[in-house]
C-alpha cells in the first residue's frame, strides 16, 4: 500500500514565523502535490514537483515555496507566516506514469 | 475559474438508501476520478472513468459520465453509517498543457444508522 506522511497533524504558530511542513511517501513516486483546503473552497493547488529538483506553481503560490531535494520527500515553506494561511495543508504523490493521486492525513496549521 | 462544482453540498439519508452525487465540470478533461474524505482526514481515491467510457461499478459504488453535458454523477448503493464522508470529484486539467487535478467543493453525505 501506498503510504503519504506529514510530519505534523496540528501546528499552531504565531505570524511571522518561518513554518516548514513535511511530506514523505514510501512508493518511489515522480510527481507530489501540495494543496490547501479551506471550507467552501475545495482544495486548490500551491505548487507541484515533477521529479528530484523540479517544482511548478499551482494556483495559489504566493506566500509559499517549497523544496524536493529527494525523491520521497516534499517540503512546503512558509516563509513568514500569516494569519490567512491559517487551514488545512494535504501532501499527495503519483506514480507518473498513472492518474490517481494517494493523500497523507493532512495538517491543520492555525497562525495567530 | 476551472473548478468544479458538487451538488447537493450536502446529503442526510437513513442506512439502506442509495446516495446520490453529481459532479460538473467547465473543460474537456481525459478522465475525471472521486475522492473521499473522511472527517479531518486525507482523500482516498474510490474510482477512475475515462472520457471514453459512460459508466463504470465499483463495489457499491456506480459513475457516470456525459461529456457531452460536461458532468458525472457517483452513486452509492444501500449506504451505511461508514459512508459518511465528503465526496470530491477531481478533472485533469490536460487541456490546459497541465498535469494538476483540479476538485470541487465537494459533497457532505450523512448516513444515519
Known amino acids: 500500500d501506498v503510504k503519504v506522511t506529514q510530519s505534523s497533524r496540528y501546528l499552531v504558530k504565531r505570524t511571522g514565523e518561518k513554518v516548514f511542513l513535511e511530506c514523505v511517501q514510501d512508493?518511489?513516486?515522480?510527481?507530489m502535490f501540495w494543496y490547501r483546503q479551506d471550507p467552501g473552497l475545495g482544495l486548490r493547488l500551491i505548487y507541484f514537483?515533477?521529479?528530484?529538483?523540479?517544482?511548478e506553481k499551482g494556483d495559489i503560490p504566493e506566500g509559499y515555496s517549497v523544496s524536493r531535494e529527494k525523491k520521497e520527500r516534499f517540503s512546503l515553506i512558509l516563509e513568514s507566516a500569516s494569519t490567512n494561511q491559517t487551514s488545512m495543508y494535504l501532501c499527495a504523490s503519483r506514480k507518473s506514469s498513472t492518474d490517481t493521486q494517494y493523500f497523507g492525513p493532512g495538517t491543520r496549521l492555525t497562525v495567530l | 475559474s476551472q473548478q468544479g462544482e458538487e451538488d447537493p453540498q450536502a446529503l442526510s439519508i437513513q442506512e439502506g438508501e442509495n446516495a446520490t452525487m453529481n459532479c460538473s465540470y467547465k473543460?474537456?478533461?481525459?478522465?475525471l476520478q472521486w475522492y473521499r474524505q473522511n472527517s479531518g482526514r486525507g482523500l482516498v481515491h474510490l474510482i477512475l472513468i475515462r472520457s471514453n467510457e459512460r459508466e463504470k461499478h465499483s463495489g457499491r459504488l456506480r459513475v457516470t459520465l456525459d461529456t457531452s453535458k460536461k458532468s458525472s454523477s457517483l452513486l452509492i448503493t444501500a449506504s451505511r453509517a461508514a459512508d459518511t464522508a465528503s465526496y470530491f470529484c477531481?478533472?485533469?486539467?490536460?487541456?490546459?498543457?497541465?498535469?494538476?487535478?483540479?476538485f470541487g467543493t465537494g459533497t457532505r453525505l450523512q448516513v444515519f444508522p
Open positions: 477531481a478533472t485533469d486539467a490536460r487541456s490546459y498543457n497541465t498535469d494538476k487535478l483540479i
Open positions: 512508493m518511489d513516486h515522480e510527481n
Open positions: 473543460t474537456s478533461i481525459n478522465n
Open positions: 514537483s515533477y521529479d528530484v529538483k523540479m517544482k
